[in-house]
């Protein structure tokens, strides 16, 4: 087993989008499954060190310690500390938490690490990882963190961030001595506004003020809300953080899951939010115009406000030039710290998800993350800076890999997703990948080719041509299974592989390009293929293979084992079992073998043994087939975690296995027993997916459901030369078999690469393989016995005729001799089946149709006992008979022995009270009038109760006596509700009897309507469901529309009692004598009613219906007389009865009008009373909810002051834990001091020692020395250099500082150099001076750091004291609010709310919207309020008559004004008439209308005139109509004349227009000689113009003129004068 230790990682590719971490300026670690990955961003160069037994967990780097430090996952992990660049072991930390860490971070200069961890301790920890120490711890105590940081420029601050919190801390030292501090940070709420963020003003800081007017309902949900503020804010929703960085100023900018952008200053303490998608931000003009031209230059650039939304702050990092924020839109921008508008000042577009950013430890680069599995660096320095992908390795869980063959230098490996990629084995470098659009879920490589089956989700085999790694081609493609392709197994052979499914097939294929890799045959297993294996022994039996293949059924496994023929496409047709090319059983002798376990996958070590996997037990099993007979040989302890499978070696030497717990174990054939775990795969994330040897057995690659794909190889060196020889012989064992595959592998090359490639997969949905193959078949099959089919159809049919026809025969013949239905069927078995069939179908059913019925049946138990068994008065209502009006009774549950045992007590203790209060008497006469006044008592109740038993409003002081008033209240409820009822029960039996009495006069009416004849309607008035609740849990068979199922014997049974009763009815059907002769001499009856003798007509006599009334005789006649007499008296008794009949019914339908109203006037009483008691209930249960209000109150005010005094308490407690800090520190500064005076001491002593020291010297050279000895060198102090010192740097953070210390010893060693002895001392004294100076110059740092020391204690003592005041302080401020809330509760106690009772007209207050409030109001005596009503009427009386008499005084001086305008009025309108008269013109027509003497006989005349024009008008109408119509017929002839002269011209202008070009021509040729007579037309045609516009104007001259001429003719006519 000494080999598998020598399993080194090679290299492992994957990433998942986690923050990448920069430990120098260009080396970025990250996770990458069980190793870490160290990559050179510049180079690409990548470094690995695997974790222990356990994955990677959190981890953080110090580029300034150059240090590593992780955590693992598990129980009470421990922190690894890893130094770089050399990757050793610094040391590990533990007991820091006992689960899992959640964060880590480094101090940026201290040696300090930063611990917070998750559930269940929530703690934060700091370290000092050089000692490994906890220096302090602090819980979380509400909402804890899962991200901390550090403040770059101050080490004692850290901002700690969670999904629903974000806490500033702080960390404070003295003397060795370490604490921490939380402040949590309140949150906004998601949609808060932009700006400054103000004190929150939720409900729970507002006092708890309920509103006057509540419901029963409100007070129970009130019971369920606490008034506290500090223990339901947080129930409020809150922006979520998701990432947080610092800046400069000791700002911290946080970016949440919605898009809020939120700024805070951790030394004001405010909060400034930058955006928020949630609200529109207030824009002003500027930023308008601003917009505008951004969007006209193109661009993202704008308001981050505008651009940002949901999840596009995901990653946020501070920079000196803005802020760069990034998310899952893909985006990265650059963002202004403007913390009014922020602005978009530049943007990327990675076109993927980004979720991390990370800055190099130099800030000049920014790497980007994508959980695709892209890696993104970006150098913002430079202008123009564009994305460059660093990484592009996709991400997705793997699924399969597999070593390309024959070199073994290529992986391909394939994710679930559709994404196959080929890998370098030396480099670990991606040389190619496609996409299949489709999910995969498994991979092998060939053996005789480079290509590779990939087996997809939906059972497709998917071929790609690997012969150019760089560019794979997609050359095959085939559905060969319904289910997922689970496995594919490659035959050693190289010209078989075996597919296996859910479906239950193994697909047997030829791996031959040259065979276009046809499927070959099948072999059918039961249940779904967990494992296929096969091996090929070369030297033995190179013509046949043996496979193994395990199969789950109902949780119960099976083993197949067969031989197969490794040329099976050449086998004869006896290999197979049908034409389906399934395998026939007895040719490769297969062996079904069931085993005892579940089994997961199969692996053969032998022709005859196999090892699988027992999932459930996680053991490795090795079982013996020999024969067809399963022996189990081994059985060896395997992984953690159940499930797992089992791959052998190519040289069978060495088995592994891999399961979902993320190790390898590796075992040697034959030795089962030891095994070598390795961990490879995080088993949180699902473990290990696959694991694949090379064809030498020299690499390993396996995958994990993480996403990492891993490669190991072995190294040898530290093998025995033994081992070393066993192994390099097995490998060279498999060398050699797959070397004689060499010819093969060329030839299917060439065929490969002569392959057409296709596009892309799409045969998803098209049919399987066998599918394919069986329908062939199939229709083969019916080809071949075409003729007898159409022969068996044929006669099929002519038996279902005669089939057909005996059941028609049979159905006429009479029912002894007619056979049943089911004597007619021919194929027995099928009936059979069918009727079975049908029996489990109706077995189901019944099944359900139990089920739910026993639910129903439940349901109904359920319902009818909480809601009718448990009440002592059933809810019911009663209704009108005429009309819609619904009364219904008050509903009472059962008192349960608990209420009544209360209602007992309470009962007892008020009569206690009364009887107390009798004996002392005298003292309560007034408060007895009180209590009996109905408005001071709340409610009706003393209207409808005798003796309601309740307690005066003004004693109810306590909580006890509130609780016992609503029970007694409840209790008088219950008296009203009972009081009703008991109406409500006497008007319901009224009913009752009314509805019997209406119904026997109803069924008389009935009668009556009968005899006369009449088809009038009559209902019987009844109950409705309403009023008879009970029939709501009845169900008649009426109701049910369905039929009933009777069972088989309820059948026989029903069967009998018809025939019982056929058989009674027979009986009483036969010769009954009696019935006979009544029916005869009686018909039927034996009494004779009068109303039915009425009823039967006369017969009348033979002669009147034979013979004519001439022929009749005298008697005939004197019969025929008296027959009409008879006849006229039953009229008449007819009619009397008639009569009577009508009467009797009148009265009876008057009798039921009148019933019924009596009684509807009875309900409506009844409603009426029952509003009354309603609207007392009400006032009552008003009582109630008051009660419950005032307890909630008092309770919340108990509560309060319980939750102040525990404050104070724990002020107090921390006031006592201060004043020991303080004397603690007090007492450490006197130590101080008291060493301080010590080394003081010391140090003089040493002063003196000097001159005792160079006492052999003489005294000038001693003075030189003396001035030596106290010369000290003069350190400039060092300054910060910050980025607005230097622009060399592009770090924001960028801060050098130099020990002062240090920089003295410099100077001090420059100082004790040669140069600068004096020329008197010899080089032995120089010596001694130097030492001699030097352990003073120590002894002087010594007393200066000393004494730092004692001022730290100081400042730290100062800052305990400022503590202590400001708890001094809050215990005041406490102390003091529990005082007001005790004042508060007392006069709460003292101050009760009474319900009163007022009338109309009482109530003097305004009524609000939706209720009104009393809180401002008095409750005045009503004397008061009648004698200010009486002053008030005598003195509106007094206002009315002054106001009577200015009226009458002003309706006179009214009047006149009317008069005075009417005349003036009338005057105005005579003048415009008479002004009307002399300007009227006199015409013909109004001096004929004048001076005529009958204008009613000219008019009559004039229209006689008229009349005849009209006539004569019509008649020259149509004459010229008439004619029009031959002018329009003689034009149309014209027209037609035209036409056709047009088309003659037509033909004449084509000649014409080539005469005319001819003579253009000739005139073009002319147009010289012509020019002089053109002028002169020219000449002519002005001349022209010029006599026609005089013309014109001339004519205008004459119109005015001749109008002029009018108006002077005008004036000639006579004019009125007008007479102003």
Same mark, same amino acid.
């Given at each position: 087993?000494?080999?598998?230790?020598?399993?080194?990682?090679?290299?492992?590719?994957?990433?998942?989008?986690?923050?990448?971490?920069?430990?120098?300026?260009?080396?970025?670690?990250?996770?990458?499954?069980?190793?870490?990955?160290?990559?050179?961003?510049?180079?690409?160069?990548?470094?690995?060190?695997?974790?222990?037994?356990?994955?990677?967990?959190?981890?953080?780097?110090?580029? @300034?310690?150059?240090?590593?430090?992780?955590?693992?996952?598990?129980?009470?992990?421990?922190?690894?500390?890893?130094?770089?660049?050399?990757?050793?072991?610094?040391?590990?930390?533990?007991?820091?938490?006992?689960?899992?860490?959640?964060?880590?971070?480094?101090?940026?200069?201290?040696?300090?690490?930063?611990?917070?961890?998750?559930?269940?301790?929530?703690?934060?920890?700091?370290?000092?990882?050089?000692?490994?120490?906890?220096?302090?711890?602090?819980?979380?105590?509400?909402?804890?963190?899962?991200?901390?940081?550090?403040?770059?420029?101050?080490?004692?601050?850290?901002?700690?961030?969670?999904?629903?919190?974000?806490?500033?801390?702080?960390?404070?030292?003295?003397?060795?001595?370490?604490?921490?501090?939380?402040?949590?940070?309140?949150?906004?709420?998601?949609?808060?506004?932009?700006?400054?963020?103000?004190?929150?003003?939720?409900?729970?800081?507002?006092?708890?003020?309920?509103?006057?007017?509540?419901?029963?309902?409100?007070?129970?949900?009130?019971?369920?809300?606490?008034?506290?503020?500090?223990?339901?804010?947080?129930?409020?929703?809150?922006?979520?953080?998701?990432?947080?960085?610092?800046?400069?100023?000791?700002?911290?900018?946080?970016?949440?899951?919605?898009?809020?952008?939120?700024?805070?200053?951790?030394?004001?303490?405010?909060?400034?939010?930058?955006?928020?998608?949630?609200?529109?931000?207030?824009?002003?003009?500027?930023?308008?115009?601003?917009?505008?031209?951004?969007?006209?230059?193109?661009?993202?650039?704008?308001?981050?406000?505008?651009?940002?939304?949901?999840?596009?702050?995901?990653?946020?990092?501070?920079?000196?030039?803005?802020?760069?924020?990034?998310?899952?839109?893909?985006?990265?921008?650059?963002?202004?710290?403007?913390?009014?508008?922020?602005?978009?000042?530049?943007?990327?577009?990675?076109?993927?998800?980004?979720?991390?950013?990370?800055?190099?430890?130099?800030?000049?680069?920014?790497?980007?993350?994508?959980?695709?599995?892209?890696?993104?660096?970006?150098? /913002?320095?430079?202008?123009?800076?564009?994305?460059?992908?660093?990484?592009?390795?996709?991400?997705?869980?793997?699924?399969?890999?597999?070593?390309?063959?024959?070199?073994?230098?290529?992986?391909?490996?394939?994710?679930?997703?559709?994404?196959?990629?080929? =890998?370098?084995?030396?480099?670990?470098?991606?040389?190619?990948?496609?996409?299949?659009?489709?999910?995969?879920?498994?991979?092998?490589? @060939?053996?005789?080719?480079?290509?590779?089956?990939?087996?997809?989700?939906?059972?497709? &085999?998917?071929?790609?041509?690997?012969?150019?790694?760089?560019?794979?081609?997609?050359?095959?493609?085939?559905?060969?299974?319904?289910?997922?392709?689970?496995?594919?197994?490659?035959? #050693? @052979?190289?010209?078989?592989?075996?597919?296996?499914?859910?479906?239950?097939?193994?697909?047997?294929?030829?791996?031959?390009?040259?065979?276009?890799?046809?499927?070959?045959?099948?072999?059918?297993?039961?249940?779904?293929?967990?494992?296929?294996?096969?091996?090929?022994?070369?030297?033995?039996?190179?013509?046949?293979?043996?496979?193994?293949?395990?199969?789950?059924?109902?949780?119960?496994? #099976?083993?197949?084992?067969?031989?197969?023929?490794?040329?099976?496409?050449?086998?004869?047709?006896? %290999?197979?079992?049908?034409?389906?090319?399934?395998?026939?059983?007895?040719?490769?002798?297969?062996?079904?073998?069931?085993?005892?376990?579940?089994?997961?996958?199969?692996?053969?070590?032998?022709?005859?043994?196999?090892?699988?996997?027992?999932?459930?037990?996680?053991?490795?099993?090795?079982?013996?087939?020999?024969?067809?007979?399963?022996?189990?040989?081994?059985?060896?302890?395997?992984?953690?975690?159940?499930?797992?499978?089992?791959?052998?070696?190519?040289?069978?030497?060495?088995?592994?296995?891999?399961?979902?717990?993320?190790?390898?174990?590796?075992?040697?054939?034959?030795?089962?027993?030891?095994?070598?775990?390795?961990?490879?795969?995080?088993?949180?994330?699902?473990?290990?997916?696959?694991?694949?040897?090379?064809?030498?057995?020299?690499?390993?690659?396996?995958?994990?459901?993480?996403?990492?794909?891993?490669?190991?190889?072995?190294?040898?060196?530290?093998?025995?030369?033994?081992?070393?020889?066993?192994?390099?012989?097995?490998?060279?064992?498999?060398?050699?078999?797959?070397?004689?595959?060499?010819?093969?592998?060329?030839?299917?090359?060439?065929?490969?690469?002569?392959?057409?490639?296709?596009?892309?997969?799409?045969?998803?949905?098209?049919?399987? =393989?066998?599918?394919?193959?069986?329908?062939?078949?199939?229709?083969?099959?019916?080809? @071949?016995?075409? /003729?007898?089919?159409?022969?068996?159809?044929?006669?099929?049919?002519?038996?279902?005729?005669?089939?057909?026809?005996?059941?028609?025969?049979?159905?006429?013949?009479?029912? #002894?001799?007619?056979?049943? *239905?089911?004597?007619?069927?021919?194929?027995?078995?099928?009936?059979?089946?069918?009727?079975?069939?049908?029996?489990?179908?109706?077995?189901?059913?019944?099944?359900?149709?139990?089920?739910?019925?026993?639910?129903?049946?439940?349901?109904?138990?359920?319902?009818?006992?909480?809601? =009718?068994?448990?009440?002592?008065?059933?809810?019911?209502?009663?209704?009108?008979?005429?009309?819609?009006?619904?009364?219904?009774?008050?509903?009472?549950?059962?008192?349960?022995?608990?209420?009544?045992?209360?209602?007992?007590?309470?009962?007892?203790?008020?009569?206690?009270?009364?009887?107390?209060?009798?004996?002392?008497?005298?003292?309560?006469?007034?408060?007895?009038?009180?209590?009996?006044?109905?408005?001071?008592?709340?409610?009706?109740?003393?209207?409808?109760?005798?003796?309601? !038993?309740?307690?005066?409003?003004?004693?109810?002081?306590?909580?006890?006596?509130?609780?016992?008033?609503?029970?007694?209240?409840?209790?008088?409820?219950?008296?009203?509700?009972?009081?009703?009822?008991?109406?409500?029960?006497?008007?319901?039996?009224?009913?009752?009897?009314?509805?019997?009495?209406?119904?026997?006069?109803?069924?008389?009416?009935?009668?009556?309507?009968?005899?006369?004849?009449?088809?009038?309607?009559?209902?019987?008035?009844?109950?409705?469901?309403?009023?008879?609740?009970?029939?709501?849990?009845?169900?008649?068979?009426?109701?049910?529309?369905?039929?009933?199922?009777?069972?088989?014997?309820?059948?026989?049974?029903?069967?009998?009692?018809?025939?019982?009763?056929?058989?009674?009815?027979?009986?009483?059907?036969? $010769?009954?004598?009696?019935?006979?002769?009544?029916?005869?001499?009686?018909?039927?009856?034996?009494?004779? *009613?009068?109303?039915?003798?009425?009823?039967?007509?006369?017969?009348?006599?033979?002669?009147?219906?034979?013979?004519?009334?001439?022929? =009749?005789?005298?008697?005939?006649?004197?019969?025929?007389?008296?027959?009409?007499?008879?006849?006229?008296?039953?009229?008449?008794?007819?009619?009397?009865?008639?009569?009577?009949?009508?009467?009797?019914?009148?009265?009876?339908?008057?009798?039921?009008?009148?019933?019924?109203?009596?009684?509807?006037?009875?309900?409506?009483?009844?409603?009426?009373?029952?509003?009354?008691?309603?609207?007392?209930?009400?006032?009552?249960?008003?009582?109630?909810?008051?009660?419950?209000?005032?307890?909630?109150?008092?309770?919340?005010?108990?509560?309060?002051?319980?939750?102040?005094?525990?404050?104070?308490?724990?002020?107090?407690?921390?006031?006592?834990? %201060?004043?020991?800090?303080?004397?603690?520190?007090?007492?450490?500064?006197?130590?101080?001091?008291?060493?301080?005076?010590?080394?003081?001491?010391?140090?003089?002593?040493?002063?003196?020692?000097?001159?005792?020291?160079?006492?052999?010297?003489?005294?000038?050279?001693?003075?030189?020395?003396?001035?030596?000895?106290?010369?000290?060198?003069?350190?400039?102090?060092?300054?910060?250099?910050?980025?607005?010192?230097?622009?060399?740097?592009?770090?924001?953070?960028?801060?050098?500082?130099?020990?002062?210390?240090?920089?003295?010893?410099?100077?001090?060693?420059?100082?004790?150099?040669?140069?600068?002895?004096?020329?008197?001392?010899?080089?032995?004294?120089?010596?001694?001076?130097?030492?001699?100076?030097?352990?003073?110059?120590?002894?002087?740092?010594?007393?200066?750091?000393?004494?730092?020391?004692?001022?730290?204690?100081?400042?730290?003592?100062?800052?305990?004291?400022? $503590?202590?005041?400001?708890?001094?302080?809050?215990?005041?401020?406490?102390?003091?609010?529990?005082?007001?809330?005790?004042?508060?509760?007392?006069?709460?106690?003292?101050?009760?709310?009474?319900?009163?009772?007022?009338?109309?007209?009482?109530?003097?207050?305004?009524?609000?919207?939706?209720?009104?409030?009393?809180?401002?109001?008095?409750?005045?005596?009503?004397?008061?309020?009648?004698?200010?009503?009486?002053?008030?009427?005598?003195?509106?009386?007094?206002?009315?008559?002054?106001?009577?008499?200015?009226?009458?005084?002003?309706?006179?001086?009214?009047?006149?004004?009317?008069?005075?305008?009417?005349?003036?009025?009338?005057?105005?309108?005579?003048?415009?008439?008479?002004?009307?008269?002399?300007?009227?013109?006199?015409?013909?027509?109004?001096?004929?209308?004048?001076?005529?003497?009958?204008?009613?006989?000219?008019?009559?005349?004039?229209?006689?005139?008229?009349?005849?024009?009209?006539?004569?008008?019509?008649? #020259?109408?149509?004459?010229?109509?008439?004619?029009?119509?031959?002018?329009?017929?003689?034009?149309?002839?014209?027209?037609?004349?035209?036409?056709?002269?047009?088309?003659?011209?037509?033909?004449? &202008?084509?000649?014409?227009?080539?005469?005319?070009?001819? *003579?253009?021509?000739?005139?073009?040729?002319?147009?010289?000689?012509?020019?002089?007579?053109?002028?002169?037309?020219?000449?002519?045609? !002005?001349?022209?113009?010029?006599?026609?516009?005089?013309?014109?104007?001339?004519?205008?001259?004459?119109?005015?003129?001749?109008?002029?001429?009018?108006?002077?003719?005008?004036?000639?006519?006579?004019?009125?004068?007008?007479?102003?």
């Amino acid at each position: 087993m000494s080999c598998f230790s020598q399993l080194e990682l090679s290299w492992s590719q994957g990433y998942d989008g986690q923050r990448l971490r920069f430990v120098d300026k260009k080396t970025a670690i990250s996770v990458c499954g069980c190793t870490m990955k160290l990559t050179d961003t510049t180079t690409g160069k990548e470094r690995s060190f695997k974790s222990g037994i356990n994955p990677f967990g959190v981890f953080a780097v110090s580029p @300034s310690a150059q240090m590593i430090a992780y955590a693992e996952k598990k129980l009470n992990p421990t922190i690894q500390l890893i130094s770089f660049p050399d990757l050793t072991s610094e040391g590990t930390l533990s007991d820091g938490c006992m689960m899992e860490y959640a964060d880590m971070a480094f101090t940026p200069m201290e040696p300090f690490l930063l611990t917070c961890s998750s559930l269940p301790d929530f703690k934060l920890s700091l370290w000092n990882y050089k000692t490994g120490q906890i220096l302090s711890n602090l819980v979380i105590k509400s909402h804890p963190g899962n991200t901390v940081s550090f403040n770059p420029l101050n080490w004692k601050q850290f901002c700690v961030t969670g999904d629903q919190s974000f806490h500033i801390g702080t960390i404070e030292t003295s003397n060795e001595k370490f604490s921490m501090k939380l402040h949590t940070v309140e949150l906004p709420q998601p949609n808060v506004s932009l700006g400054p963020v103000l004190e929150s003003d939720d409900i729970f800081h507002k006092r708890f003020v309920p509103s006057p007017i509540l419901t029963a309902e409100s007070v129970k949900v009130a019971s369920t809300l606490s008034p506290l503020h500090d223990k339901y804010k947080d129930k409020l929703k809150r922006v979520a953080p998701t990432a947080h960085c610092w800046s400069l100023g000791s700002v911290v900018y946080v970016g949440c899951v919605d898009g809020q952008l939120l700024h805070y200053d951790t030394t004001s303490g405010t909060m400034i939010v930058l955006t928020n998608p949630l609200v529109e931000a207030k824009e002003k003009s500027e930023l308008d115009l601003k917009l505008k031209e951004d969007e006209e230059e193109g661009g993202e650039s704008g308001a981050a406000q505008k651009i940002l939304c949901k999840g596009d702050l995901e990653a946020i990092e501070f920079y000196q030039d803005g802020l760069f924020v990034s998310g899952a839109s893909g985006k990265l921008r650059l963002l202004s710290l403007d913390t009014t508008t922020p602005m978009v000042i530049d943007s990327w577009d990675t076109k993927v998800p980004i979720s991390s950013l990370s800055w190099s430890t130099a800030y000049d680069k920014l790497l980007l993350g994508s959980p695709g599995g892209v890696v993104f660096s970006l150098f /913002p320095s430079n202008k123009h800076a564009d994305l460059n992908t660093l990484l592009n390795i996709k991400c997705g869980p793997m699924v399969g890999a597999d070593f390309v063959c024959p070199t073994n230098s290529q992986v391909i490996s394939c994710r679930k997703n559709g994404i196959v990629q080929v =890998w370098s084995t030396e480099t670990a470098e991606q040389i190619s990948s496609i996409v299949l659009n489709s999910e995969i879920s498994t991979i092998v490589c @060939s053996q005789s080719s480079r290509s590779a089956f990939i087996g997809l989700s939906s059972g497709v &085999l998917v071929v790609l041509d690997l012969n150019s790694p760089e560019s794979p081609r997609i050359v095959y493609e085939e559905r060969i299974h319904s289910g997922p392709i689970t496995h594919i197994t490659l035959d #050693m @052979s190289g010209k078989l592989f075996f597919t296996g499914s859910t479906d239950g097939h193994v697909i047997v294929l030829d791996t031959r390009a040259s065979n276009k890799f046809r499927c070959l045959a099948h072999i059918d297993v039961e249940g779904e293929v967990s494992g296929i294996a096969s091996i090929h022994q070369l030297k033995v039996d190179k013509d046949w293979c043996y496979v193994a293949i395990t199969s789950v059924s109902k949780n119960q496994s #099976m083993v197949t084992h067969a031989k197969l023929p490794v040329d099976l496409s050449q086998q004869p047709k006896e %290999a197979f079992n049908d034409e389906t090319f399934r395998l026939d059983d007895t040719f490769i002798k297969r062996s079904n073998c069931p085993l005892n376990f579940t089994a997961s996958s199969v692996a053969f070590l032998g022709p005859n043994s196999v090892v699988t996997v027992d999932s459930l037990k996680k053991n490795a099993v090795v079982i013996n087939l020999k024969d067809g007979v399963l022996t189990e040989t081994d059985r060896v302890n395997g992984h953690l975690l159940k499930g797992g499978s089992v791959v052998v070696s190519p040289h069978l030497k060495w088995v592994a296995s891999f399961a979902p717990d993320g190790q390898l174990i590796f075992r040697s054939t034959d030795a089962m027993k030891e095994s070598v775990a390795i961990p490879s795969h995080s088993h949180f994330l699902g473990g290990t997916s696959f694991l694949r040897f090379s064809n030498d057995g020299q690499q390993v690659v396996s995958g994990g459901k993480d996403g990492v794909l891993v490669l190991w190889k072995w190294n040898y060196d530290g093998l025995s030369n033994e081992e070393k020889v066993g192994v390099l012989g097995a490998v060279d064992a498999s060398r050699g078999r797959y070397a004689s595959l060499l010819g093969l592998r060329k030839e299917q090359d060439a065929v490969l690469q002569n392959m057409v490639a296709l596009p892309s997969v799409s045969c998803h949905e098209d049919s399987t =393989w066998l599918e394919k193959v069986q329908a062939s078949v199939q229709e083969l099959k019916d080809k @071949s016995y075409e /003729p007898q089919i159409n022969e068996l159809k044929k006669n099929i049919s002519d038996l279902r005729s005669t089939v057909l026809g005996m059941i028609e025969t049979n159905e006429s013949v009479e029912e #002894m001799e007619r056979l049943k *239905r089911h004597e007619f069927t021919l194929d027995v078995d099928e009936r059979q089946r069918l009727l079975n069939r049908g029996d489990d179908e109706i077995d189901e059913i019944e099944e359900v149709a139990e089920l739910e019925n026993l639910a129903m049946l439940f349901l109904k138990e359920l319902i009818k006992k909480e809601c =009718w068994d448990a009440m002592e008065v059933k809810g019911k209502s009663l209704t009108l008979f005429v009309g819609d009006l619904e009364v219904s009774n008050f509903p009472l549950c059962k008192h349960t022995d608990e209420q009544i045992a209360e209602v007992e007590r309470v009962l007892a203790q008020f009569q206690h009270e009364q009887l107390v209060e009798s004996e002392l008497g005298g003292n309560g006469g007034d408060e007895e009038e009180v209590g009996a006044s109905a408005s001071l008592y709340g409610s009706h109740s003393l209207k409808y109760c005798k003796d309601p !038993v309740q307690n005066s409003q003004f004693q109810l002081h306590t909580n006890q006596r509130k609780r016992d008033q609503i029970v007694l209240i409840q209790n008088t409820i219950r008296k009203l509700k009972n009081t009703f009822n008991k109406e409500f029960d006497d008007v319901h039996a009224s009913k009752r009897q009314e509805i019997i009495r209406v119904s026997e006069r109803t069924e008389r009416v009935k009668q009556i309507l009968v005899d006369l004849k009449s088809d009038e309607k009559v209902s019987i008035p009844s109950f409705k469901n309403i009023e008879m609740p009970e029939t709501f849990l009845v169900v008649e068979d009426s109701e049910i529309p369905f039929e009933k199922y009777l069972s088989p014997e309820e059948h026989a049974a029903e069967l009998e009692r018809k025939r019982l009763e056929e058989q009674r009815r027979l009986l009483e059907q036969a $010769d009954n004598a009696r019935e006979r002769a009544l029916d005869s001499m009686m018909h039927g009856k034996l009494e004779i *009613r009068p109303e039915d003798e009425l009823q039967k007509d006369l017969e009348k006599p033979e002669f009147m219906l034979t013979k004519a009334e001439e022929q =009749w005789n005298e008697e005939e006649i004197k019969a025929a007389k008296e027959f009409e007499k008879k006849e006229k008296h039953l009229f008449e008794e007819r009619e009397k009865y008639r009569k009577a009949l009508e009467a009797e019914l009148k009265k009876l339908q008057t009798a039921n009008v009148e019933g019924m109203n009596a009684f509807d006037e009875k309900l409506n009483k009844l409603f009426r009373h029952r509003i009354e008691i309603q609207k007392t209930v009400n006032q009552e249960e008003l009582k109630i909810v008051r009660l419950a209000r005032s307890i909630y109150q008092q309770e919340y005010l108990e509560d309060r002051e319980g939750e102040l005094s525990k404050i104070l308490d724990d002020l107090k407690q921390g006031k006592v834990k %201060a004043l020991e800090e303080v004397s603690e520190a007090k007492r450490a500064i006197d130590r101080l001091k008291d060493e301080h005076e010590i080394i003081l001491q010391e140090d003089k002593v040493i002063e003196k020692q000097f001159k005792k020291d160079f006492a052999d010297l003489d005294a000038f050279t001693l003075d030189v020395l003396v001035k030596l000895y106290k010369r000290r060198p003069k350190v400039t102090k060092q300054k910060i250099v910050t980025n607005e010192a230097t622009a060399r740097s592009s770090n924001p953070f960028h801060v050098k500082v130099e020990d002062p210390d240090k920089a003295f010893l410099e100077a001090m060693a420059e100082l004790d150099s040669d140069i600068h002895r004096p020329d008197i001392l010899e080089a032995d004294t120089w010596e001694r001076f130097v030492e001699a100076r030097t352990f003073k110059v120590e002894s002087e740092l010594k007393v200066k750091h000393h004494n730092q020391k004692i001022q730290d204690l100081n400042s730290y003592l100062q800052r305990l004291g400022d $503590d202590d005041d400001c708890m001094k302080s809050r215990i005041e401020k406490a102390f003091q609010q529990l005082n007001d809330l005790r004042e508060k509760k007392l006069r709460y106690l003292m101050n009760l709310e009474i319900q009163l009772l007022l009338k109309q007209g009482q109530v003097e207050v305004d009524p609000g919207v939706f209720s009104t409030k009393f809180e401002n109001s008095l409750l005045i005596h009503r004397s008061v309020i009648e004698d200010l009503n009486s002053q008030i009427v005598t003195l509106g009386e007094a206002k009315v008559s002054a106001m009577v008499d200015c009226k009458d005084y002003y309706k006179n001086i009214h009047l006149l004004e009317w008069e005075h305008e009417k005349m003036m009025m009338e005057g105005e309108d005579l003048n415009t008439k008479t002004r009307d008269i002399q300007t009227l013109r006199v015409t013909k027509e109004l001096q004929v209308f004048l001076f005529a003497e009958n204008n009613q006989q000219r008019m009559q005349k004039e229209i006689q005139t008229l009349e005849k024009t009209i006539k004569l008008n019509e008649n #020259m109408h149509k004459r010229k109509v008439s004619d029009k119509k031959r002018i329009l017929d003689r034009l149309n002839g014209l027209i037609r004349d035209k036409e056709y002269e047009c088309t003659v011209l037509d033909c004449e &202008l084509k000649e014409l227009a080539v005469s005319l070009v001819e *003579r253009q021509q000739i005139q073009e040729a002319c147009v010289a000689d012509m020019t002089p007579a053109a002028t002169q037309r020219m000449k002519d045609i !002005v001349a022209r113009r010029k006599l026609v516009d005089l013309a014109k104007s001339q004519s205008q001259e004459v119109a005015v003129l001749r109008a002029e001429v009018e108006r002077l003719r005008m004036k000639t006519f006579p004019a009125l004068v007008q007479n102003n």
